[in-house]
């Protein structure tokens, strides 16, 4: 590719009006390539937005999905432990139960005695 000064040395030799219409072309050239560009980076631009925003759904859909397994995990969890702490409060209650009705015979026993 020509240097800058290469590019005004072949000009210079070319007379004004010649000089201005090569210099009017490369411009139109430079502003049409220049447009490509700017139409490749707008494509890859939304190329990556979309692809981001479907990240995001895929994260949020995991994330959700995660926090929905936690949940139930945490709830059957609780279930078990109430369950558990609901037997154990039967069991004393029957503890309570057979030593109050076993101290209520002893008493009676052994005012009788």
């Known amino acids: 590719m020509p240097t800058l000064s290469e590019k005004h040395e072949v000009l ?29 980076l707008d494509f890859m631009t939304q190329n990556f937005d979309a692809r ?8 949020d859909a995991r994330i959700s999905s995660f926090e929905k397994s936690v949940d139930a995990r945490i709830s059957s969890f609780e279930k ?9 409060d039967t069991k004393i209650n029957a503890i309570y139960w ?3 009705i ?12």
């Open 102 to 113: 076993t101290t209520t015979v002893a008493v009676a026993a052994a005012k009788f005695l």
């Open 52 to 59: 981001l925003d479907a990240f995001e759904k895929s994260v």
């Open 12 to 40: 210079s030799g070319l007379n004004r009006q010649d000089a201005a219409a090569i210099v009017a072309l490369i411009d139109l050239k430079t502003e049409d390539d220049m447009e490509k560009v700017l139409n490749k």
């Open 80 to 88: 078990s432990v109430d369950a558990r702490f609901s037997a154990i």
């Open 98 to 100: 057979f030593i109050g």
